[in-house]
C-alpha cells in the first residue's frame, strides 16, 4: 500500500510558475513508477507527465514539454512537479499516482492521491 499527498497548488498568474509535491508513505516508494496527471472541469482526467523508479526516464504530455519538469527524491518519498510558464489552460486538479510499470495510461496506475487545484488567472 502507498498513501500519496498532494501540496503545492494555488492561484498564480498566466507565465508565473509552482511546484507541486507529493509525499508518499511507506518504504518501497523506490519501487515504484511515479505519474503526474490532472483534470480541468468538464473534462476527462489526462497523463501531464511520469518519471521511471530511478528518475532515469521521463515522459511528458505533449502539452507541456518544455515548460514542466518531473523530478523525485527517492531518499524524501517525494515526486515533485515543477510547472513554468503557466497558462490558463492548465488550469485543473492535479493528481500524482504510482504504478509498477513504466506507463503514462491511467489506468495503470495502482495509487492515487487526493489532487491539489492549480489556477491560473490571466
Known amino acids: 500500500q502507498v498513501q500519496l499527498v498532494e501540496s503545492g497548488g494555488g492561484l498564480v498568474q498566466a507565465g508565473g510558475s509552482l511546484r507541486l509535491s507529493c509525499a508518499a508513505s511507506?518504504?518501497?516508494?523506490?519501487?515504484?513508477?511515479m505519474g503526474w496527471f490532472r483534470q480541468a472541469p468538464g473534462k476527462e482526467r489526462e497523463f501531464v507527465a511520469a518519471?521511471?523508479?530511478?528518475?532515469?526516464?521521463?515522459y511528458y504530455a505533449d502539452s507541456v514539454k518544455g515548460r514542466f519538469t518531473i523530478s523525485r527524491d527517492n531518499a524524501k518519498n517525494t515526486v515533485y512537479l515543477q510547472m513554468n510558464s503557466l497558462r490558463p489552460e492548465d488550469t485543473a486538479v492535479y493528481y500524482c499516482?504510482?504504478?509498477?510499470?513504466?506507463?503514462?495510461?491511467?489506468?495503470?496506475?495502482?495509487?492515487w492521491g487526493q489532487g491539489t487545484q492549480v489556477t491560473v488567472s490571466s
Open positions: 499516482a504510482a504504478a509498477g510499470i513504466v506507463t503514462i495510461r491511467e489506468k495503470e496506475y495502482d495509487y
Open positions: 511507506g518504504r518501497t516508494f523506490s519501487s515504484y513508477v
Open positions: 518519471i521511471s523508479w530511478n528518475g532515469g526516464r521521463r
